[in-house]
């Protein structure tokens, strides 16, 4: 305790001297101004207010009905890759189009005489480190693209590449000095080839299997990416590169008219989105968010499919289709025969999650069986892991949090959140995972990659790990350990090796190029790289755990047997279960709390899909509202007890007027 007494000193020290920073004064201001938002900073990371439970309400579902679900014909694909590659002759930009469906199976692809084989990773702001300059076979940015068009979206929200550009760069709004890092910070490396969750392609032409799909190159913030839709639902994306360059849109405030995006809304065109779901009718923190800058009025000529193209198939993604084809049926998201890889729950078997107010939705196999059904935790092994009726209650009182709750990033607003939840135990084995109906496919790897990360780093023997890792990063030392030597600068000589509870609100706090978050001209937060060393490309301890992973998965080579971060064995060793404890990769924004069985740490909880702070708030409800057997770290063990340079890190950070049918304003 005479350390804490020693830490509480200096923290006193030092905050008297960082709140008479002006700098500091200015960030304050504006974020009071973004906190004033419906969706603002909510409960931050304070315990006042922790024994509120909302009042669990049936809200009207939204669902997609398998019954009416449609999908991508054979046809719609060929109109929508005819369409696109009509206005890139026209444009005299010959280009790299695929088309996916919601789950991820690419359709078909093509590349026209003359495109671009490869294009560089860039920033354009002459960073050299990550994946900076690295190229990227454009059949692969296409992919990358379309994904990140379908996973980004839903049946209440269609979002693009260029939304994903406004929300992954280092202010939010990029270019806005004084602001902080984008809601989904990090969101860019997710769905990777190597994770132990997503899935790799059919190897039969003309042949599409159960999702979610990997990702060659995680999400994109490159323009071009864009949903489809028919009958107003979500049905796949199309993405497109024209360009011998794959990089993302520092300029937000003028209005570019993008070939790839022409081309692309051009595909679209008579598979577009419901007006009023579209990302410029969606706002976050007060900030509307972008869909496209191009429209139909910057086509270059009538829309046309007529014509041919010649279909091409890519190692580990696309095995082509059927002889005498250019084309694959999409599968339908939802269907009660289970082939997309979601179904409602009790779809096969039993029920798992009686007790939720609305149906939730599970994964499968694809052929009946359901995956991650409610188990007993491996670690710890001494009795007192997550048992598997405990990691069902966590699961149905968090899904019942998020069908109370109200969404922060859907159309119409008062909606439920629509999340993927995953459970895992202490060495990061999932132990329970299953999502709402229409939740975003990207929360689905994402919600494991919190999990993950907040049990990871509140393990005491995370600083060992990390520092163990041989080899060269992008840290400034260039080496693994510097980052735990710099964490433990930066938040207390201890950090990650004395068991205190990190949440990923926590971790995202020491992750950003600037410390505080958004406060220009500060160092970088321990878990980053200097600003001039930083770009959405390179974002620190996140990528350097990953690059040779994502480098190997552009071979079409399937994922690692111990998931990712293991670095050929090399990396983060595998615990039990076969895998390492950061088999997703790690991920660096709000959503994920660690599970204790009184003091003892036995697991951890994420969530992704519907807000930022929503998902942080599922968390943390989920397990207070839970079995009582588990919960969420004791206040003494939080992370937010800490100063660092007098600003304390956050533990959980809930929205305001968070649910539908309560009026509790402070519930976290």
């Known amino acids: 305790m005479a350390r804490r007494g020693e830490l509480a000193s200096a923290r006193g020290n030092a905050r008297r001297g960082l709140f008479g920073h002006p700098g500091f004064k200015a960030a304050v ?3 009071s101004l973004l906190c004033a938002a419906p969706s603002g900073c909510g409960g931050g990371g304070g315990s006042g207010g922790g024994n509120f439970t909302p009042t669990v309400g049936t809200a009207p579902a939204t669902p997609p009905n398998p019954a009416i679900s449609p999908n991508l014909t054979e046809g719609d694909v060929n109109t929508v890759i005819l369409q696109a590659v009509n206005e890139a002759n026209a444009r005299g930009k010959p280009a790299t189009i695929a088309v996916v469906d919601r789950v991820g199976n690419v359709l078909s692809l093509t590349q026209m005489a003359g495109a671009p084989g490869a294009a560089t990773i860039t920033s354009m702001r002459n960073v050299t480190s990550g994946l900076e300059g690295i190229p990227l076979p454009t059949p692969l940015a296409a992919i990358t693209k379309a994904l990140t068009g379908a996973y980004l979206s839903s049946n209440g929200n269609a979002f693009t590449t260029r939304t994903a550009s406004q929300i992954v760069q280092e202010h939010f709004d990029p270019g806005v000095a004084g602001t902080p890092a984008g809601p989904l910070f990090g969101v860019q490396f997710s769905q990777l080839a190597c994770s132990d969750f997503n899935t790799m392609a059919s190897a039969t032409p003309g042949g599409v299997n159960a999702g979610p799909h990997r990702s060659p190159a995680g999400f994109s913030a490159d323009s071009g990416g864009i949903p489809l839709y028919k009958n107003g639902i979500l049905v796949g994306g199309i993405g497109v590169i024209s360009r011998p360059t794959y990089s993302l849109d520092l300029n937000i405030f003028n209005v570019d008219i993008d070939d790839d995006e022409v081309i692309a809304i051009a595909g679209q065109t008579g598979y577009a989105p419901p007006a009023q779901i579209v990302a410029s009718n969606i706002a976050v923190n007060g900030l509307t ?33 059927a002889a005498g084809h250019t084309a694959i049926a999409g599968l339908t998201y939802g269907s009660t025969d289970g082939a997309s890889g979601v179904v409602p729950d009790g779809t096969f078997g039993p029920v798992l999650y009686p007790g939720t107010t609305t149906q939730a939705y599970v994964f499968t196999d694809g052929n009946g069986k359901v995956l991650y059904a409610p188990t007993a935790g491996l670690a710890p092994t001494d009795g007192t892991a997550i048992t598997a009726s405990e990691a069902q209650a966590i699961m149905t009182s968090a899904l019942n949090v998020a069908f109370s709750a109200r969404a922060g990033i859907r159309v119409p607003t008062n909606s439920f959140v629509q999340v993927t939840v995953t459970v895992v135990d202490l060495d990061g084995n999932v132990v329970a995972q299953a999502r709402t109906p229409d939740a975003p496919i990207f929360g689905a790897d994402v919600s494991r990659q919190k999990a993950r990360s907040a049990v990871f780093f509140s393990r005491p023997d995370a600083a060992a790990k990390i520092s163990a890792i041989p080899g060269q990063s992008s840290s400034p030392a260039g080496t693994f350990a510097d980052y735990i030597t710099r964490t433990q600068a930066q938040v207390e000589p201890t950090a990650f090796s004395d068991g205190l509870a990190w949440s990923e609100v926590a971790i995202g706090d020491i992750a950003r190029p600037y410390f505080p978050d958004g406060i220009d001209g500060t160092p970088p937060g321990a878990l980053s790289l200097p600003f001039a060393n930083w770009s959405v490309f390179s974002t620190g301890l996140q990528v350097d755990l990953v690059a040779a992973d994502i480098l190997a998965g552009t071979t079409g080579a399937p994922a690692p047997a111990a998931g990712c971060a293991n670095i050929g064995g090399k990396g983060l060793v595998a615990l039990s279960g076969g895998k390492s404890p950061l088999a997703d990769g790690l991920q660096i924004f709000s959503g994920g709390t660690p599970i204790y069985r009184g003091n003892t740490l036995v697991g951890a909880i994420g969530i992704s899909g519907d807000g930022i702070q929503q998902d942080s708030m599922v968390a943390y409800l989920g397990v207070q509202n839970g079995p009582g057997t588990v919960q969420n ?36």
């Open 289 to 321: 968010l972008r869909y496209t800058d191009a429209s139909s009025a910057n086509l270059a000529a009538p829309v046309s499919a007529s014509g041919t193209f010649t279909p091409l198939p890519v190692t580990g993604y696309f095995a082509g289709p």
């Open 29 to 31: 201001a504006l974020l």
């Open 633 to 668: 770290a004791p206040a003494a063990l939080r992370i937010d007890q800490l100063a660092p340079q007098g600003l304390h890190l956050r533990f959980v950070n809930c929205p305001a007027a968070p649910f539908l049918n309560s009026t509790v304003q402070n519930p976290c």
